[in-house]
């Protein structure tokens, strides 16, 4: 009960330091869950992104993630606009840091795509 108790309160705080991130770093156009539970948060990209390509740039930018097609049971241009991201692992200021990075590879896809903030 105890182990329990301590590991709900990390879990807690690192989610919270994700979406802080993610509040400071990503562009408008950019919708994300705001887990209850789990390990996990879903990252939803503008209708016109491809996870994969932000993949590849991210990579770019030594930070990764989890495209979402691979949880669907079709691979559709919908699924592809989906990630997941993991918050349980990293200590938050790895959190972060990783959130900045992605938003830099976001912003650079967003600006090759031509989206209005992706510059803001």
């Not at 016109?48 to 097609?69: R, T």
């Not at 990293?90 to 840091?97: A, D, N, W």
């Amino acid at each position: 009960d105890e182990h329990v108790k301590l590991i709900r309160q990390v879990y807690r705080e690192r989610r919270d330091a994700m979406l802080q991130a993610l509040q400071e770093f990503f562009p408008p156009e950019v919708a994300w869950t705001h887990p209850q539970g789990g390990l996990f948060l879903w990252v939803t990209l503008p209708v016109g992104m491809d996870c994969h390509e932000l993949f590849n740039s991210a990579i770019a930018e030594n930070v990764a993630f989890v495209p979402g097609d691979c949880f669907y049971v079709t691979d559709d241009l919908e699924a592809r606009r989906h990630f997941r991201l993991n918050f349980s692992y990293s200590k938050p200021e790895v959190l972060r840091e990783g959130i900045r990075r992605l938003a830099v590879a976001l912003r650079r896809q967003m600006e090759a795509l031509h989206f209005a903030s992706a510059t803001a």
